[in-house]
């Protein structure tokens, strides 16, 4: 009876862990400053020219990052999503970003209240294997400050490129030069400690 019990709690343990990982995958790319992932609710400010790229897209799809650099005026991008794919050369993509977002996601980052974007480009090369891919390391290039950096890919449809998916803003970078590095992740025995103490918690769970 009590291995039944023990066995019964192990298979929720897993079936939590599956759950977890199965929603993990289910995310658009990311585009972050630390290697374990994205862990903001806004873009994410950083002074590295260090970024890891990672998520779930379709084998083989081109990626790019874009650049939006603010300006003080109205002379760049300052419109709708369409707007913006079309400033990159593309036929289409999803409905974000808008530029009133973006300007806010400036103003966290930056204190900065741009009046419109000058967007450029970088490609980054072929997406991993499908359908979760492990952190790329990149290298960013040198930009202005408060350069906010979106990852995207494109998908090819007759003689028409689009851009397919797009990170969002808490997958997303502001470039802001002396910004202290990420504070290093703990040691994964860390992790392994906490998922045996929850299994030791439902088990116990289990018994009683």
Known sequence: M???KYVLGSALVVAFCCAFTGAVKADPIHLCNVSTGCSSSNVIVTGSSTAYLG?????????????????????????SSSQFWTALGLAGGPSQPDFSPAQSQEQIATGL????????????????????YNPETITLPSEPNG??????TETVSGSSTSADLVTPWSSSLALVPGTPPPPTPEP??????????????VVKRVKA
């Open 188 to 201: 994964s025995t860390i992790v392994l400690f906490g998922a045996v103490l929850l299994g030791a918690l």
């Open 113 to 132: 209240l741009p009046g419109s974007f000058h967007i450029s480009y970088m490609a980054i090369g072929p997406w991993g294997t499908a359908p979760s």
């Open 147 to 152: 350069t906010l950096v979106l990852a995207f």
């Open 2 to 4: 009590m291995m039944k």
């Open 55 to 79: 998520g779930a897209a379709e084998a083989g799809q081109s990626v790019f990052l874009a650049f939006l650099q603010p300006l003080t005026g109205t002379t760049g991008w300052h419109g």
